[in-house]
């Protein structure tokens, strides 16, 4: 699982039917300098993906998400899927590891 923070929704003229009750949302990344309050902005540096969500997530949640394989592992078959989001989180707390 990874941490993120949602900064969009996407909207679909057609969708599989598999993902009836769910949506898609926009996920910005959290690293380190989004974690421990180093960049403010809602945005990361890193690649920003879209994910399924059937938690209700709205923009600037933050959420936990997987990718791969195991974003699948909800559905009844196998679909078209990548990611998904599994938990919204209502605080976390970060301590940057020490070398």
Request: hydrophobic share 40%; net charge negative.
């Amino acid at each position: 699982m990874k941490p993120g923070k949602v900064i969009g929704t996407v909207t679909l003229g057609v969708r599989d039917p598999a993902f009836r009750g769910g949506r898609w949302v926009v996920i910005s990344p959290m690293g380190a300098d989004e974690l421990t309050g180093k960049n403010t902005t809602d945005v990361s540096s890193a690649w920003s993906l879209v994910a399924y969500d059937d938690l209700g997530a709205g923009v600037g949640d933050a959420v936990l998400y997987v990718e791969g394989a195991e974003a699948m592992q909800p559905f009844d078959r196998p679909i078209p899927l990548d990611a998904i989001t599994v938990a919204l989180l209502d605080s976390y707390q970060y301590t940057p590891p020490t070398e």
